[in-house]
């Protein structure tokens, strides 16, 4: 009844659904899917390794350092709550549709192709664009922590080696190294996880602790106040709207907490990636929304600790803004966790980008396997039971992009991709209470329709807060993405025949069988 409700029209691309029978579908044979892989508890490392890196230990500096003093600490909470209302949307949506595609595949049953495909473009920007960002992050703290330990980089590639921009060797091993590690399947991505996020979060935990040890109650003053108003001409593309709509600044006042809490919420970003996991997760209607939701509240605390400590070391208007935390520590006469955060933020960084990696090839596992990409990037390798043919191309558009492309100034874009779908995963909560009453689900969002509503207009909040450039970035990607929809996806979706989702042929060969 509901696949008939919800697939009624298949001939337009503005109202053709995928019905909910066949996104939930489990794929039983090596010919047409992923093995099971994930426990419950490996989901909860899944999520706190993609997002914790090394914003935990920079992040909460430079915010109280230049846009909200103190009230950076509200920042973190002000994101951190708006990350949970939209993680109890994705936990419900996800427990009903266990699905590789995540908010794609939601969208996709619950609007249609058309909003779909705009969804799932936005997720593509989202972990491509954040996984390129933070491979470049990587080689600068590994730079930085190389010179910090006292090994000397050779004459011949000090020029090639930690670098904002222009090609960087640093960012092009990590992106190879985890592309491969991706590439060989689930299994060996989830070992050397565990391992390095059980690592950083003892940096964590000794960053937290020896802060708390140096606190000074009297950093903690009042708000400052807000700077005085922007040049309407000078800087208008880099004033966020509701900055530009007011005629303030976004630096201090309550404007530089909430700007600052649009820029955090970069840090929170990747808890939806769990959902992603879901067609290799055990029992993953009720493990999935468990991952999610307590492997964002471990980080919103560990965040939170951090915060606390980093503007209860150093008076904000004193951070250095190329090493608050740890020019904070030397300050604090404590230089040996100088290398305690450069050790911990390059493991950071390792997990953020691994998991970033799977999350990505798993939405475009499923947009190819319904046809709106090649269908070829849907093929499962029957040795290693991975997408590895779709794996080696996102990391080689990984590359091209990190290093290339100046993307450390383009990381606000990720927020934006992420809201975006974030907003789609929350109407879509509100419209599947209404049209599936009785679609079976796991979980189901608390207070019900007022946590949805919470949901979008916090997400629309931050949004407003991000600057004006970025929208105009977003909306060009937006656009040409709708250009390639009606190029490519509009004809290649297997719906645009009338049929269901044919099966996913393997790589090499039709050969043996895996346990579910």
């Not at 020029?159 to 960087?168: I, L, Q, S, T």
């Not at 649009?262 to 959902?275: E, K, S």
């Not at 006469?333 to 960084?349: C, R, S």
Request: charged share 10%.
């Amino acid at each position: 009844m509901i696949g008939r409700a919800v697939s009624e029209d298949r001939s337009s691309s503005i109202t053709r659904r995928l019905p909910p029978n066949e996104a939930t579908e489990r794929w039983t044979g090596a010919r047409h899917g992923m093995a099971t892989t994930y426990r419950p508890r490996d989901l909860i490392v899944l999520g706190v390794g993609v997002m914790i890196g090394a914003g935990v230990f920079s992040l909460a500096g430079r915010q109280a350092a230049t846009m909200a003093g103190p009230g950076v600490i509200l920042s973190f909470m002000i994101a951190g709550i708006t990350s949970l209302l939209v993680a109890f949307c994705i936990a419900e949506l996800s427990s009903a549709m266990p699905a590789s595609g995540s908010a794609y595949t939601f969208t996709y049953v619950i609007f249609g192709e058309v909003w779909a495909w705009i969804v799932g473009w936005a997720l593509v920007l989202e972990l491509i664009l954040a996984a390129a960002v933070v491979s470049r992050a990587w080689s600068l703290y590994a730079a930085q922590m190389l010179a910090d330990f006292g090994v000397p980089i050779p004459g011949a590639l000090s020029g090639v080696v930690g670098r904002a921009e222009g090609f960087d060797l640093f960012t092009l091993f990590i992106l190879v190294l985890l592309t491969a590690v991706v590439a060989l399947g689930a299994r060996v991505g989830l070992r050397a996880l565990w391992i390095i996020v059980v690592a950083k979060l003892l940096a964590i935990g000794a960053v937290i602790v020896v802060g708390a040890l140096h606190f000074d109650q009297g950093n903690l003053g009042a708000i400052p106040a807000p700077s005085a108003p922007v040049p309407a001409a000078s800087e208008t593309l880099r004033s966020s709207v509701l900055g530009l709509l007011f005629g303030q600044t976004d630096a201090f006042g309550w404007f530089g907490i909430f700007a600052a809490s649009a820029t955090i919420a970069f840090a929170y970003i990747g808890f939806d990636v769990v959902a992603t996991a879901a067609e290799e997760a055990e029992d993953a209607p009720r493990a999935i929304p468990r991952g999610i939701i307590r492997s964002l509240v471990i980080t919103t605390v560990l965040y939170i600790g951090v915060a606390v400590a980093m503007v209860g070391m150093t008076s904000y208007d004193e951070i250095d803004l190329g090493a608050p935390l740890a020019s904070a520590f030397r300050q604090a006469g404590v230089g040996f966790m100088v290398h305690v955060i450069n050790v911990g933020a390059v493991l950071g960084l390792t997990t953020v980008v691994l998991v970033l990696l799977v999350g990505l090839t798993r939405v475009v596992f499923a947009m190819a396997r319904d046809g709106l990409f090649p269908r070829s990037l849907a093929k499962v390798n029957r040795a290693y039971h991975s997408p590895t043919r779709a794996t080696l191309v996102i990391g080689a558009v990984a590359i091209l992009l990190a290093e290339f492309v100046p993307v450390l100034t383009l990381e606000p874009l990720v927020v934006m991709g992420a809201l975006t779908a974030f907003i789609a995963s929350a109407a879509g909560v509100l419209r599947m209470r209404r049209t599936m009453p009785g679609l079976p689900r796991g979980f189901r969002a608390p207070l019900s329709p007022y946590v949805p509503v919470a949901t979008i207009l916090a997400c629309l909040w931050l949004m407003v807060n991000l600057q004006v450039v970025t929208w105009l970035y977003f909306a060009a990607w937006m656009v040409f993405g709708l250009l390639v929809y009606l190029l490519y996806g509009r004809r290649g979706s297997v719906l645009a025949s009338g049929g269901g989702r044919p099966p996913v042929e393997p790589e090499y060969g039709n050969r043996g069988r895996h346990r579910r």
